[in-house]
């Protein structure tokens, strides 16, 4: 089966400017995640969605991140304005379902760069 | 915050048993354990998961403590292609907030 795809695989930007990733999870997969990975750290969850709704936006920064996915299948995440503490990996993930029994499958990332 | 503890570092010989160690004292009792490596430049990829029996499959073995507070990831014969961070992460069955948060991970060199 075809994994779970991201893209850009790079971007650099500067600060104050706006930008948008996006990922296409396996196909069928109902739960879709965002997490944010800073150098030498593990991943930090960002938001959880349950096909088109969200489950857990909790460390989401909402003044400046947002997050939708469309008729539960593709999702976007933007930034706007970047910082230059957002610089890090932005990883998609995607489960069948919710729920322990169902293993993460992760896109190998954006890389985004902000000066 | 995480909530699973993990070594920051641990060193194999190539070929030899791997004993990866997790604690999970938190861990509520519809929580799944979950095992990920990362290899340089690539997202997370998943290796094992389990409840309360000690499972195998053809990447590792995980063996679970009695009270689930904590568990090991087991690499029978480390390759160099083993090494990578490990995360042990615990999956919610009902949602609570422990669920996916990934700690710092234990890296592993395997050593020629």
């Known amino acids: 089966e075809a994994g779970v795809a991201q893209s850009p695989r790079y971007k650099i930007i500067e600060k104050r400017q706006s930008v948008a990733f996006w990922c296409n999870p396996i196909?069928?997969?109902?739960?879709l995640y965002w997490y944010q990975q800073i150098l030498g750290q593990g991943p930090k969850l960002l938001i959880q969605?349950?096909?088109?709704?969200?489950?857990?936006d909790s460390q989401l920064p909402k003044d400046r991140f947002s997050a939708e996915r469309l008729k539960g299948v593709d999702s976007t995440l933007k930034i706007q304005p970047a910082k230059l503490e957002d610089s890090a990996v932005y990883l998609c993930?995607?489960?069948?379902?919710?729920?322990?029994?169902?293993?993460?499958?992760f896109g190998n990332g954006t890389r985004l760069t902000v000066t | 915050d995480a909530k699973t503890t993990q070594p920051n570092s641990m060193e194999s010989n190539e070929e030899e048993p791997v004993h990866l160690p997790c604690n999970h004292s938190?861990?509520?009792?519809?929580?799944?354990i979950h095992w990920y490596r990362q290899l340089p430049s690539q997202g997370p990829e998943y290796v094992i998961h389990?409840?309360?029996s000690n499972v195998n499959n053809r990447m590792a073995s995980l063996a679970i403590a009695e009270d689930r507070k904590s568990s090991t990831l087991i690499l029978h014969r480390a390759t160099l292609r083993d090494a990578a961070v490990y995360y042990c992460?615990?999956?919610?069955?009902?949602?609570?907030?422990?669920?996916?948060?990934f700690g710092a991970g234990t890296r592993l060199t395997v050593k020629p």
């Open positions: 993930a995607s489960s069948l379902r919710t729920g322990g029994n169902s293993p993460l499958h």
């Open positions: 389990g409840l309360t």
């Open positions: 969605f349950q096909n088109n709704g969200v489950v857990d």
């Open positions: 992460i615990l999956r919610a069955t009902l949602y609570n907030n422990n669920d996916m948060r």
């Open positions: 196909s069928g997969h109902a739960t």
């Open positions: 938190t861990i509520s009792g519809t929580d799944y």
